[in-house]
């Protein structure tokens, strides 16, 4: 079905109910990032692929809003849709809300799925704009007629040996940051806040270790409500042993109707979805609604955390330099497409016995497809590599201890002046955070410059965040810290020691390359002087950074001599790893000295 | 009378009035920086004469907040007083507030003069605590015998041909910015923005040119309240001539109360002051507040100011030149004092025919006093220079035509490896500042790591802001806009071209000495490139820098480049200006390139 018949359907269900539009989002009941298959509602509706991006379709007009890093891809996919796009951010463009306000009166009927928006997003809807926003009942189980099941996949523990903390010490804390009344059940909605506090594993949304459920900490003990049929006879077996009881997924709305009378107080926290809230609401449950403190105390990673980081960045590294290896001796054949880089680091990853699945869509993008910053190759249509210009390369995979991201930009062979100016830049740029120290408490809108300044000077810059947090055997994007040029929440974190961050600026340059290096950093006390408490950055990542494009001249002595120290750690700590004599070689020579 | 007394007379007047505490701002009914002699109760009360702090006095304790500029000085004057120095802005110390909570009990009677509180402050009190805040009649004009009257001086225009603009382009653009209702009346209470919109200038405040007044914009013409004794018959023509009424500054009220029952709709800014506010509430006025649209029109400077900023440095410029040459002539006979330091450039600057008076107090610092951010030595307890070490020099003037502020580091000798290296580290990060180029939109927050990057990498920081706006002849810290390290609204202001900011880091080592290096800068465009459009700053100041504390291993190709270049600029410029031959010599001498 093209998507013109889909907003075809959609538009005549808003006839038949009496709506102006609906809002479809991407995300799902838990607020996720990547969403399960069964809640892609978005991409069904506008045929877009990416990630991030709201659709709405009112009776005669249809919009997509997404950031700078599918401006181009979106523009293909909605190329001839019912969709005009809306570029996030770009000076004229209105928000979603000023173009609702604009195509539509006051008071008209907006619909929305009240189990894909949060009660935080709910409300800013509410403060700007005087429609009438309606929470219904999910039209796209009859719209969407192919639309796929729940993912039942079986759910793993995440050992103590690598959480270096146990589910008690971590419920207890949870229930330490509340103030309670008699009977107080604090709940969880996030899938990444639940995974991290009961040490457990899933695989229901693609690349993020997690499950679909809810969470209801009692003060003693817990319930969690998921699909039993993921319960491995040990996932049982541990949860019982920690005192948490298990209820179906699907009667989560029926334990709290069974017991909103008994005096129960619900805690509940700011992501959860509007539907459960209005629930409460109607049941006359008494609650309070608060930011989540599991997203902090997720943030600051445990030794045993740290540690798990280092020996994944191993494990990654290994593969990295079999791919790389790999690639300089086959890009001269002509046979090699992006989609088998893609594939040729999945299956060396799958040889490592550590290996857990990859924790986002590998982007290898050639050329000029290395400008389209979130690029989706496909085996139908996907560049063929030649021994000449960049590669951009951006990947990343769980292991049993840890959680990579890593990007690397690679010369083929010959390359342009821009493209060895545009690579240096940003190689200052990632060398200029990498190395900073700065006092605690700093913010990554004020970090952001250091990756930034060197590229500024000479007209550059990007439009995607500088860095993000990672997760611990967790989801690869995780917050609630970035680093960015947005005055944002996220970028107003005060950063502190044990916190995960990437480092990775780029330069793109639309039809003809992209630039993007990429490591995990982690935050660690430096020294404290009379100025105070100075942190810095201990690089994880271990992927030879590649030298052949750098312009020395524009590097100083102090980038020179961190980029060499780098290389020498990556090549001494890899080279031990490596079994074929071939690999160590290459590796030898990709970490020379410059 | 000591403070001891003073502070037992007004716990006698919180006990007789039935009180419990009394906050005391640093504050006028204006919301001014500088405060009129008049208004100095918080410095009458506490024996501290720094520009910034707020003391709080309960039947039982005393204490004061202030910056870490005033922390060294504040800890000297409140030696042996009843109030307790609270540093703001360090871990574990207390807000007002909190401190406030914790001395009183809930609803217990907290006085202010409603006169120097905004209602922004007040408001914020309110939501802050549970106690009860209640606007008094000003009780320091029984209880501080000797207060000073208001100051009378003479009022002056600002030309058109140096502000740019004339009053009935600004008025209308004032207008402008608010939907109006039938009768509408814009209230301006702050000084600078009235000073602006005029294009008047004063004297009663010191170092700032403002007149004591309030500006209500009319639909067609407006009324200034000021004393009418500060008109010349100069200044009285050109505000008839502008349809500008003239009521003296007492019958503010007056005029409201005579006026509230005509349908009048009062604008008001957001900077008013809680009384003025509490007065129209009672009357039953229509009224709403908003922030004054007059802080970002001030904010970007016409071509006229900036050439007058441009006119002002070569003013200042020579004054400059004159007193380092004097001061290296002089500095070994022993008899130099820092106070004399001072004097010598107020003198310098008194022979130029376009000096209108300082803009702020100078302060020359010698060894360890220069490592007391906002020192002020008096006659009566000031070093002697002797022909070694750093004197921090930190002076301003109002010019005809603009208002300058310039800080420098002058080694008057000798210096330690430590000096060498902070002065180094001090003018990488000014060097950083001046040449960054940014998109424009970046915030002060962003910016301010430039100035910071290369002292963090050696422990390094400055507790004060990296930057301040600047006043076109007018206030020489002018907001909204800062360059700072902290996450306030003024570092998220964006930045624009026409904007001028200072770039002033430091590195004060604490019984040492203190480095500070200080240019202004005009925010300007530098180029559209495809990734935006780009800005850049042109430094104004014109004031050798001294190479002599260079430690040159520690400088980059590009940052010698900027420094020589600047130095060259200086004296290209200024050379063309003096009549001293001898000024010239020591001129070329001390900007040669190193």
């Known amino acids: 079905m093209p998507t013109t018949s889909r ?12 709506y102006d539009a609906i809002i479809i989002p991407s995300s799902d009941p838990h607020n996720s990032e990547y969403t399960p ?12 692929t990416g990630s991030a991006g709201t659709a709405v379709i009112t009776r005669y007009d249809g919009a997509l809003w997404t950031d700078s890093r599918y401006f181009i891809q979106a523009e293909q996919q909605l190329q001839n849709s019912p969709f005009e796009l809306m570029r996030e951010g770009v000076e004229g463009v209105p928000s979603m809300l000023e173009w609702l306000n ?23 809807w509410l403060e700007n704009s005087n429609l009438e926003f309606i929470s219904v009942e999910d039209p796209f189980d009859y719209l969407w007629t192919d639309r796929p099941q729940d993912a039942c996949n079986p759910m793993r523990i995440h050992l103590i040996d690598r959480a270096g903390e146990g589910v008690a010490s971590k419920l207890q804390r949870i229930r330490d940051k509340f103030e309670k009344k008699d009977t107080t059940y604090l709940m969880l909605s996030d899938l990444s806040e639940i995974a991290w506090a009961l ?8 690349y993020n270790p997690l499950f679909l459920s809810y969470l209801i ?27 948490i009881k298990v209820r179906d997924y699907q009667y989560f709305r029926t334990f709290i109707a069974a017991h909103y009378d008994r005096g129960q107080y619900y805690v509940i926290t700011s992501s959860t979805n509007y539907d459960v809230i209005q629930y409460i609401e109607r049941l006359g449950v008494d609650y309070d609604i608060f930011d989540s403190p599991v997203e902090e105390m997720r943030m600051y990673k445990n030794p045993t955390e740290q540690e798990g980081f280092r020996k994944a960045m191993r494990s990654d590294g290994v593969v990295l330099v079999k791919t790389l290896r790999w690639l300089s001796e086959n890009v001269g054949s002509g046979n090699i497409t992006e989609v088998n880089v893609a594939e040729k680091i999945k299956a060396l990853r799958e040889q490592m016995p550590d290996f857990r699945g ?3 869509e590998t982007i290898a993008g050639y050329a000029a497809n290395g400008a389209i910053v979130h690029y989706e190759a496909t085996p139908a249509d996907c560049a063929t590599l030649k021994p000449e210009g ?12 840890g959680t990579t991201d890593v990007s690397r930009t690679i010369p083929l062979g010959p390359l342009g002046t821009e493209e060895c100016k545009a690579y240096t830049l940003v190689l200052k740029g990632h060398i200029a955070l990498a190395r900073c120290r700065f006092p605690e408490g700093t913010v990554g809108l004020e970090l952001d410059l250091a990756a930034r300044y060197a590229m500024w000077q000479e007209g550059y810059d990007f439009g995607h965040g500088t860095g993000h947090g990672v997760g611990a055997r967790l989801c690869v994007h995780e917050g609630p810290h970035q680093i960015r040029k947005n005055v944002r929440p996220c970028t107003l974190v005060p950063f502190k020691a044990n916190m995960t961050v990437t480092n990775e600026p780029g330069i793109y340059v639309e039809n003809q390359f992209g630039v993007r290096i ?20 201990e690089t994880l990542t271990l992927c030879p950074i590649a030298t052949e494009p750098i312009i020395k001249e524009m590097m100083t002595t102090d980038e020179i001599q961190w980029l060499n120290n780098y290389n020498a750690w990556v090549q001494t700590t890899l080279d031990a790893l490596l079994d074929d004599a071939a690999d160590r070689a290459w590796l030898t020579q990709a970490t020379k000295p410059i």
């Open 7 to 18: 907003v075809a359907a959609i538009r005549h269900w808003l006839y038949m109910e009496g």
């Open 37 to 48: 298959d069964r809640w892609k509602i978005r991409e069904w509706a506008t045929g877009f």
């Open 102 to 124: 604009q195509k539509l009166n006051a008071k008209d009927k907006v619909a929305f799925i009240g189990e894909m928006v949060s009660i935080k997003v709910f409300e800013e």
């Open 199 to 206: 040490n457990l594993r899933g695989s229901d949304v693609p």
């Open 217 to 243: 900490i009692f003060d003693e003990g817990a319930m969690l409500f998921v699909n039993k049929r993921k319960l491995t006879a040990e996932v049982s077996e541990y949860l019982a042993e920690n005192g």
């Open 358 to 360: 990859e924790s986002f």
């Open 390 to 401: 960049l590669l951009l390369l951006d990947t990343g995979a769980h292991y049993q201890s």
């Open 518 to 537: 990429e490591n995990v950093l982690l935050c660690k006390e430096h020294r404290t002087t009379p100025y105070g408490k100075f942190l810095e950055f």
